[in-house]
Every structure is written in C-alpha cells, then in structure tokens.
C-alpha cells in the first residue's frame, strides 16, 4: 500500500558533495523528507547536475555551464544545449553531452568538443547520455535507430560499439548506468524486445530483463538494477507501466498500489546513500502525484510538493537530494 509521511526534521550529522571517493556514510537516517531546504537559482531550467568535490559542483541550463566553487560561480558557454554531465575524477574534468554540438570536456576552464566530423562519432551530433567510471573512462550514447551505438573513450581514444563487433542487441542505446567497475547499457529496437547489458572490463553479459520500452535506469550502491518499462504508447496495456528491478538473480516488477483508473507514469530514476529509488513521473489524474520513493519495502510519497517539471536528480554524499527543474534547482536534506 502507499504510505504518506509528513516532512520530519531530522539532524544531518554528515555534509559534503558527491565525489566518488568520500568516506562511506553511517548513521543515514531512515525516514524520507520532503520538504524544501533550499531553492537555488529560480527561473533557470536545469537540465543536468554533477558534483566535483566538497564545495565544487555544476549545473546546466541551455548553453551554460554554471560551475560553483564555494558558493562563488563562474559560467561557461557551450556552443549548443547541454543535455547531460559527468565529472571525470581521474581527469578532473567534466565530461557533457550537447544537443547539436557532440561530445563535450570542460577542463581547466578550456571547453573542447568531440563531433561526428572531428573524431568519427557515429551519429549527429547529439550526445543524450554520458557517465565517467572510476578508472576514468567515459561512456556515452551515440545512436539512432540502426545508426551507431554505445561510445567509450579511453586514454585518448575513441572506440564505438554496435551490434556488428560487440554482444550489444540494437544500435539505439536507451540508458546507461555506472556502478563499480560494472556498466549497465539498456537498449532499443522492437517493443517487447528491449534488452539490458552488463558490461565488466572485457567481459559483456546479457541480463534477464526483457522490455516492452526501456527508458531511464538507475543502479544503486549493492549493485540493484531498477529501469522504467513503459507502455504509455501501447494501445492494448495502455497502464501496465512499471519499473524492473533486477537483483543480480532474479527480475520482479514493481509500481505503486494505486486507486483505480490512476495512471502511473515514470521517466527518471535515481537512488540516494540508503539505497532509497526516487522516481519521477509525469502528472496524472487528482493527485498530481510528480514524485515518489521506494525504500524496499513500500512506497512514499509527499502530502504537498512544488508544481514544477523535475529535468534531472542525484544525491550527493551527505544524502542531499538535488532536483533540476524548470525553474532552478530544488535541494532536501535527508
């Protein structure tokens, strides 16, 4: 059943930024809070977020790249929307995709960009998806229908997968997700046939996920998979829309228990420090339900919260929320 908790204030006895190298938390608190600690840069609309370090984090909105470095800001100007971030620790750079622009790298305050023109990419240059592993090397979507597919960039070089030389079952790359030294790659093609991969140095595995219309995925810190299937454009399971969890043995299913005749429509994930799914989903029916958490057990979801889009989510290391919206960029302390 759904369970509704109002807002509790609870201590936060750990602060800093999502790094990838921070001392682990401990002591996380268990309830989910809701309410609005901060709101941060209004009437801008936040497409991305990426945390460098302890005070040092980025937002993008259209062109710009807002980089803030103990509260002071400095802007950066891509040549076309910015779509996508992630930082580059090994680099110290970060890493973003463009709409028109390919492939980009702000690094020591430098922007260079990486184009289907300039360094092969396999498709327009429209970059949706990208993340950095730990050993510093970027992944990246570079795709269409039966065009191109999953990009990797290692140590200068650029190498491109597709059906033909790799384990991948369709060009069109959906979702991609870093956990470890694990890389997770959702794909398209055909309805009902959509896949998810595995990817483990060397080594690429199929996994038992078998979708309908994957979309966003999310993997959390014991390595849980969870990724949308949604059947909003299915004619005949207009409401079967879910999320797939895959646990590494098995594949189950889950949305939340609802009142009948309500529609649930998820489009972004994320999982906070206590391995909590976030999830995102578009307006339906009375309840105008934009936001909800799965914390294993039950879902939860805010008594109020702001009318706004939600563009972008993640979690920093003390467990903050950020939430990238329409109008600027909503934190809530956990």
């Known amino acids: 059943m759904l369970k509704i908790y109002l807002p509790v204030i609870i201590l936060l006895i750990i602060s800093g930024c999502k790094t990838g190298e921070i001392d682990e938390i401990s002591n996380l608190n268990e309830e989910i809070r809701f309410e609005v600690s901060e709101h941060l840069y209004l009437g801008n609309q936040v497409k991305a977020i990426a945390f460098a370090g302890p005070d040092h984090w980025f937002f993008a909105s259209g062109n710009e790249i807002m980089e803030v470095i103990n509260s002071q800001q400095k802007v950066h100007t891509a040549s076309s929307p910015v779509i996508s971030m992630a930082w580059n620790k090994k680099e110290e750079a970060l890493w973003f995709g463009t709409q028109t622009s390919g492939l980009g790298r702000l690094k020591n305050g430098q922007i260079s960009y990486f184009t289907k023109e300039s360094h092969g990419l396999p498709r327009t240059d429209y970059i949706r998806d990208v993340h950095c592993d730990e050993n510093g090397e970027v992944w990246f979507n570079t795709s269409a229908h039966k065009l191109g597919g999953l990009g990797h960039y290692k140590e200068g070089n650029f190498q491109f997968y597709t059906p033909e030389n790799s384990l991948l079952p369709d060009n069109l790359i959906k979702s991609i997700s870093i956990q470890g030294k694990n890389v997770y790659v959702a794909t398209g093609g055909y309805v009902t046939q ?73 489009y972004l994930l994320t999982t906070d420090q206590r391995n909590y799914l976030w999830v995102a989903q578009f307006r339906s029916g009375a309840e105008n339900i934009i936001l909800q958490v799965y914390n294993g057990k039950e879902w939860i979801q805010p008594t109020s919260f702001p009318d706004v889009h939600i563009h972008c989510m993640a979690a920093d290391k003390a467990n903050t929320l950020w939430i990238g919206t329409g109008n600027g960029i909503l934190k809530l302390k956990q």
Do not use: C, H
Not at 214 to 227: C, P
């Open 194 to 266: 959509q896949k998810l991969i595995r990817i483990s140095g060397e080594n690429w595995e199929l996994l038992p996920v078998n979708g309908y219309y994957l979309m966003d995925m999310a993997v959390d810190r014991k390595g849980i998979v969870y990724i949308i299937d949604d059947y909003s454009l299915s004619s005949a399971f207009p409401n079967n829309s879910g999320i797939f969890v895959y646990d590494g043995q098995e594949v189950t299913k889950i949305k939340p228990e609802m009142a009948p005749g309500y529609w649930y429509n998820p």
